[in-house]
């Protein structure tokens, strides 16, 4: 959710120092540069359009009352596609106005017809709240805009369904309550002119799979009250949005992607922390028993911490004066960088410190509005926020956003540091890399930030655990007909033969029948496993559900979990209860689980024959043990202990992409026979650690396994797999990019300044195997091997 693209007045503020010479003093600090590259992204001219012909007066006139003199050319070209009924996703920067673009056809076909309805579906209910305030903001005749979701209360429920025309809500309120009580729905859903995604680049995984289906069911029942709907999608900026748009909807899509609303220019540094003198480094505690753990090589600390570092930026910016916004990924993590910059400015200047504030999650609405007020007024001058913030505060126009790691995606990169750069205004950006594979690749591969595309959003409506449960929703909605096979796609009738064969449908003349009297229950965000309830013990308070699939990770005895900020430990986790029991406290450390691994091989989907080189997508079946965690101080990442713990090994069926080669082929290139484990487990951790660059997943999405000998491959084998159930796409994704894949792996570990590997390249926070053995220059040789054979 944005605020449209209105022109908007300079609040008059003092002009901080400018942004080549605050990152000149910035650097200048400690011994070396810390400075890997410094990028110049130039300012941006607004080109505004004239208002489409078609556009109303009155609609012309309510967008001027807010400001909005005329739209911006890629606003007025998306509206008017739309307007002309295509299908149409616009996907630009950070505050584009991409609101506009769907708001002017929706709310002109309001106007012209009497009877037509609007659907809009933003993937929280806080942004379809802004979204309503929007559009009820313009105070149109007869559109009576009513959010539809979790909290509206009973009694108005039914008043919206008949009178309001432009209805807000959720996928998972869709799921679950709009189009199962369709009959109710029939007169809105027979009037639909336009379905409005919003955000809808957070539609990617496993969830966005589901959210496929779910709109397929929507247009399923569209076509039975003789709808059409035309779909209107927002994305940030994205990679090919067009096919993932159309992937999401199962419908042709046009993407306007040229972003034309003005921009400030931008200073954007890339930040390396230092590497520590090796006698300061922070060495590992000896682990306490540890299952079949070889803790001893557990991650050494090399480079001084990301939030050190941006605690320390944070601080000498506030001190100059400059309005400066840090995005840190973890909570705590955001308390720490707040807690240390307060403490620097103090020392300073008592008092100071009071300037600098955390933004944590579960603010309420005035609460943020406040804090947006007091940072734009100068009263806060420096925040360390979550990315959180991304979809809640409406925060824009600061002088320096300092970015704690890579979040994740370029789009996510780049909507970070959209925050900064007030109207005509030059700005500054840093990302400070973390000790991590990927951030130390890109701070010294600024054209993989710079000069690259932004990832693609992956999702895979095809994944058969999503598809049949889907498909049984389908089924009780309304009889699945042959007709239904091609809109739900590849894998539909393999699906229902399932549901058939296990007794959910039954087959008649006219199509396949829901044989029972529930429902099924299906969970769009759930993946895997009845979810686990979070119970504190002390009131009985539940405090939410974690998916089974995650609650041998976070929720095992002795976990730290947090939950809206505050910090919980587990006590015990009862499996058949379904029920973890947690009570209320504050540690200094964090906890990281382990575990075992085992793969067997399915079935190959697809394969590269390049002599002694293979490279395979299949099927295959996971079986993991989560087996102890470690314990890690939260200000530095000190490991503190390890200790084992006693949970039931679990199965995934999921989708793998896995490389092989042959031992001839290792040993000319140098490998020793014995170095082959460590060689292929190094390029293991790096490959997973470098996929994020090609789809939008993150690590923790993937697992691994390597082998110097596999049953099933008969050969030295890397393999990466999806970590949900039937795949998310990533594996898919990683298949078919696998040179450029792997070409930066091997990039990202022979750059790295370190000797034998370190947590910047070869070593993984979440090593079932106490990352070892590794061997970084062999992991070199092996992956040279596979880039020389592999067509590109
Ligand atoms: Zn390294
Ligand atoms: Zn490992």
């Known amino acids: 959710m944005e605020s449209s693209a209105a022109p908007t007045v300079s609040a008059g503020h003092d002009v901080g120092p400018a942004p080549v010479d605050l990152l000149r003093r910035l650097r200048a600090r400690g011994a070396g540069d810390p400075v890997t590259h410094v990028e110049r992204v130039p300012a941006r001219v607004g080109v505004p359009a004239p208002w489409p012909a078609w556009a109303p007066p009155e609609l012309r006139a309510a967008f001027a009352r807010r400001g909005v003199v005329a739209p911006w050319q890629h606003q007025a070209e998306a509206a008017t596609l739309a307007y002309d009924g295509g299908h149409v996703i616009v996907a630009t920067g950070t505050a584009s106005g991409k609101s506009l673009a769907y708001q002017l056809p929706a709310l002109a076909t309001l106007l012209a017809d009497p009877r037509a309805t609007v659907l809009y579906l933003a993937p929280t209910k806080a942004l379809a709240a802004d979204q309503l305030r929007a559009v009820a903001g313009l105070e149109l005749e007869g559109v009576r805009p009513a959010c539809y979701d979790g909290d509206t209360p009973r009694a108005e429920r039914e008043w919206i369904r008949r009178h309001s025309r432009f209805v807000l809500t959720n996928p998972d309120m869709l799921h679950h309550g709009i189009l199962p009580g369709h009959a109710q729905w029939s007169g809105f859903l027979r009037r639909l002119a336009y379905v409005v995604i919003d955000e809808c680049h957070t539609y990617r995984g496993v969830f966005g799979s589901h959210v496929a289906h779910v709109l397929r069911r929507l247009r399923r029942q569209c076509a039975r009250f003789g709808a059409t709907p035309v779909f209107v999608l927002a994305s940030a900026t994205s990679g090919d949005p067009a096919t993932a748009a159309g992937r999401l909807t199962g419908l042709p899509v046009t993407a306007v992607t040229e972003d034309a609303s003005p921009r400030g220019g931008v200073t954007f540094a890339l930040w390396e922390p230092p590497l520590l003198a090796p006698d300061s480094a922070t060495p590992a505690v000896p682990a306490q028993a540890a299952g079949d753990h070889d803790a001893t090589t557990d991650l050494v600390q090399v480079r001084r911490s990301a939030l050190r570092e941006t605690a320390d930026l944070l601080a000498d910016t506030v001190a100059e004066g400059v309005r400066t916004l840090a995005f840190v990924r973890s909570r705590k993590g955001a308390e720490v960088v707040a807690a240390n910059a307060r403490r620097a400015l103090d020392d300073a200047v008592p008092g100071l410190g009071d300037r600098v504030a955390a933004y944590r999650g579960g603010y309420l609405r005035e609460e943020r509005r406040e804090l947006e007020r007091a940072l734009l007024h100068g009263d806060l001058l420096g925040l360390a926020s979550t990315n959180a913030l991304e979809l809640g505060v409406d925060l824009v126009g600061l002088d320096a956003v300092l970015i704690c790691g890579y979040p994740g995606t370029r789009a996510s990169l780049w909507q970070q540091a959209g925050r900064a750069g007030r109207s005509g205004q030059e700005a500054l950006a840093v990302l400070v890399a973390r000790?991590?594979?990927?951030?130390?690749?890109?701070?010294?591969?600024?054209?993989?930030?710079?000069?690259?595309?932004?990832?693609?959003?992956?999702?895979?409506?095809?994944?058969?655990?999503?598809?049949?449960?889907?498909?049984?929703?389908?089924?009780?909605?309304?009889?699945?007909?042959?007709?239904?096979?091609?809109?739900?796609?590849?894998?539909?009738?393999?699906?229902?033969?399932?549901?058939?064969?296990?007794?959910?449908?039954?087959?008649?003349?006219?199509?396949?029948?829901?044989?029972?009297?529930?429902?099924?229950?299906?969970?769009?965000?759930?993946?895997?496993?009845?979810?686990?309830?979070?119970?504190?013990?002390?009131?009985?308070?539940?405090?939410?559900?974690?998916?089974?699939?995650?609650?041998?990770?976070?929720?095992?005895?002795?976990?730290?979990?947090?939950?809206?900020?505050?910090?919980?430990?587990?006590?015990?986790?009862?499996?058949?209860?379904?029920?973890?029991?947690?009570?209320?406290?504050?540690?200094?450390?964090?906890?990281?689980?382990?575990?075992?691994?085992?793969?067997?091989?399915?079935?190959?989907?697809?394969?590269?024959?390049?002599?002694?080189?293979?490279?395979?997508?299949?099927?295959?079946?996971?079986?993991?043990?989560?087996?102890?965690?470690?314990?890690?101080?939260?200000?530095?990442?000190?490991?503190?202990?390890?200790?084992?713990?006693?949970?039931?090994?679990?199965?995934?069926?999921?989708?793998?992409?896995?490389?092989?080669?042959?031992?001839?082929?290792?040993?000319?290139?140098?490998?020793?026979?014995?170095?082959?484990?460590?060689?292929?487990?190094?390029?293991?951790?790096?490959?997973?650690?470098?996929?994020?660059?090609?789809?939008?997943?993150?690590?923790?999405?993937?697992?691994?396994?390597?082998?110097?000998?596999h049953p099933d491959t008969e050969a030295p084998t890397v393999f990466v797999y999806d970590g949900h159930p039937g795949g998310a796409g990533f594996s898919e994704r990683a298949y078919g990019t696998a040179s450029a894949w792997l070409r930066a792996t091997r990039d990202a570990i022979a750059e790295c300044g370190c000797e034998t590997g370190c947590p910047s390249c070869v070593q993984s926070p979440k090593c079932g195997n106490g990352n070892n053995p590794l061997s970084k220059p062999d992991a070199i040789r092996v992956l040279d091997v596979v880039l020389e054979n592999l067509p590109a």
């Open 435 to 709: 000790d991590d594979p990927l951030d130390t690749y890109l701070v010294h591969h600024p054209e993989a930030i710079f000069g690259a595309p932004v990832e693609a959003t992956v999702l895979d409506p095809a994944n058969p655990y999503v598809l049949a449960p889907q498909l049984a929703c389908a089924a009780v909605e309304a009889p699945l007909t042959p007709a239904d096979l091609a809109l739900f796609g590849d894998g539909a009738k393999e699906a229902i033969d399932q549901l058939v064969e296990a007794g959910a449908l039954r087959q008649r003349p006219t199509g396949w029948y829901w044989r029972h009297r529930e429902r099924p229950e299906v969970d769009l965000r759930g993946e895997g496993g009845a979810p686990v309830c979070v119970v504190e013990s002390a009131t009985g308070r539940l405090l939410g559900t974690v998916d089974g699939g995650s609650s041998h990770f976070l929720l095992h005895p002795g976990a730290v979990y947090l939950h809206q900020g505050i910090s919980y430990v587990v006590d015990d986790l009862d499996l058949a209860d379904g029920c973890a029991l947690v009570h209320v406290e504050e540690p200094d450390w964090s906890t990281h689980a382990r575990d075992v691994t085992d793969l067997s091989v399915v079935s190959v989907r697809s394969y590269v024959d390049a002599g002694p080189v293979g490279m395979f997508l299949g099927e295959v079946d996971v079986t993991s043990q989560v087996v102890s965690y470690q314990r890690r101080r939260i200000a530095t990442g000190e490991v503190i202990d390890t200790r084992p713990l006693d949970l039931p090994t679990r199965e995934l069926r999921t989708v793998a992409v896995w490389f092989t080669l042959s031992p001839r082929s290792l040993a000319s290139a140098g490998v020793q026979q014995a170095d082959v484990p460590g060689a292929l487990h190094a390029a293991e951790h790096a490959a997973i650690g470098l996929l994020p660059l090609m789809a939008t997943c993150d690590r923790w999405d993937i697992g691994g396994l390597s082998t110097a000998l």
